[in-house]
């Protein structure tokens, strides 16, 4: 049974940076591609960024111009990804969600609470 199990959310101030993890099981992650998602309240899911199973790299326009210099890296010998993010501003309030792409189907974490406030 695969599961994906995020960490790394919390309270962080505006200007703040905060480091999230997602923890698979399953021996083929590394043929995985990896997404961030993210869900604001009253608002739809919305993709944050994505890795490929070969490390290519892409962020969401919403994010591009601020989550680029944040950064989407994955350890496949731990079978895990991370999403760096700095200079948080209040609207990256959200519950972060992990998603995994294989090639029969695909695995949602539990979510992980972003909140940015003063």
């Known amino acids: 049974q695969v599961q994906l199990v995020e960490s790394g959310g919390g309270l962080v101030q505006p200007g703040g940076s905060l480091r999230l993890s997602c923890a698979a099981s399953?021996?083929?992650?590394?043929?995985?591609?990896m997404s961030w998602y993210r869900q604001a309240p009253g608002k739809q899911r919305e993709i944050v960024a994505t890795i490929t199973s070969d490390g290519t790299t892409s962020y969401a326009d919403p994010v591009k111009g601020r989550f680029t210099i944040s950064t989407i890296s994955r350890d496949n010998a731990k079978n895990t990804v991370y999403l760096q993010m700095n200079s948080l501003k209040p609207e990256d309030t959200a519950v972060y969600y992990c998603?995994?792409?294989?090639?029969?189907?695909?695995?949602w974490g539990q979510g992980t609470q972003v909140t940015v406030s003063s």
């Open positions: 998603k995994g792409i294989s090639p029969g189907a695909n695995y």
């Open positions: 399953g021996s083929i992650f590394s043929m995985w591609a």
